[in-house]
């Protein structure tokens, strides 16, 4: 039963990892299409995906180093993701 637990919780730690390597490979394709360097609203909802899921990884691993380090990144994603909801509302 033991390594089951333990198998669950490497898949969700990579899961989380492969949300962090996305929002890059995304970020990447974008900037590559319109030839500069752009920051696509994909790579703030991957980057809240993947704190998340990390944040929980790192709670179940009781480590405090990692739960602060992903708690501060999720409240940067969180707001960056309000602007551009904010942004996308029609002035009236």
């Known amino acids: 039963m033991e390594l089951k637990n333990l198998d669950f919780w490497l898949v969700f ?4 990892q492969a949300f ?3 929002r890059f ?10 030839k500069k360097s752009t920051i696509p609203n994909a790579f703030w909802f991957l980057s809240l995906l993947g ?6 990884y790192a709670i179940h691993r009781q480590d ?7 708690a501060g990144g999720l409240i940067i994603y969180f707001r960056n993701i ?3 909801k904010r942004e996308a509302k029609p002035a009236k």
């Open 64 to 70: 405090p180093v990692f739960i602060i380090g992903q």
């Open 25 to 34: 490979f995304v970020q990447w394709i974008v900037s590559e299409i319109k």
């Open 13 to 16: 730690g990579f899961l989380g």
């Open 82 to 84: 309000m602007l551009l």
């Open 20 to 22: 962090f390597f996305m």
């Open 51 to 56: 704190g998340i899921t990390l944040l929980i």
